[in-house]
C-alpha cells in the first residue's frame, strides 16, 4: 500500500495551493479519505474527511470556508484545495484512508485510520 501525497510548498499568505494523493493497492472508493495535518512541536490533527464516493465531507473548524477536499475515484486520487491561506496552516500534511462503513458524526480521529501517506510540506508566509 502506497500514498504518495503532492502538491506542498512555499506560498504567501492569502495564496492558495492544492495537494493531491494518489493511493495504490487497496480499493480506493472502499475507503473514506482524509487530510490531517503537523505543524513543528503540535501534534498532529485533523483537517479534512470525504466520503467513499465524494457525497459527504467533513472540515476542521480553522479551515471551514478556506479548504476543499474531493476525490475522482476514477483517478484513484483525493485532493485538497487550500485557499486564503495563513501562516497557522504551515505544517506537514498527511493523506490518509479509513476502512469504514458509517460516516463519521464527530472530528475523526488519527487512529481511525488504516493507511497513511508520508506527507507533504506546506509553508505560509506572513
Known amino acids: 500500500v502506497q500514498l504518495q501525497a503532492s502538491g506542498g510548498g512555499f506560498v504567501q499568505a492569502g495564496g492558495s495551493l492544492r495537494l493531491s494523493c494518489a493511493p495504490s493497492g487497496f480499493t480506493f472508493d472502499d475507503y473514506a479519505m482524509g487530510w490531517f495535518r503537523q505543524a513543528p512541536g503540535k501534534e498532529r490533527g485533523f483537517v479534512a474527511a470525504?466520503?467513499?464516493?465524494?457525497?459527504?465531507?467533513y472540515y476542521a473548524d480553522s479551515v471551514k470556508g478556506r479548504f476543499t477536499i474531493s476525490r475522482d475515484n476514477a483517478k484513484n486520487t483525493v485532493y485538497l484545495q487550500m485557499n486564503s491561506l495563513k501562516p497557522e496552516d504551515t505544517a506537514v500534511y498527511y493523506c490518509?484512508?479509513?476502512?469504514?462503513?458509517?460516516?463519521?458524526?464527530?472530528?475523526?480521529?488519527?487512529?481511525?485510520?488504516?493507511?497513511w501517506g508520508q506527507g507533504t510540506l506546506v509553508t505560509v508566509s506572513s
Open positions: 490518509a484512508a479509513d476502512r469504514r462503513v458509517r460516516w463519521y458524526d464527530r472530528i475523526p480521529q488519527d487512529y481511525e485510520y488504516d493507511y
Open positions: 470525504v466520503s467513499w464516493r465524494g457525497g459527504s465531507t
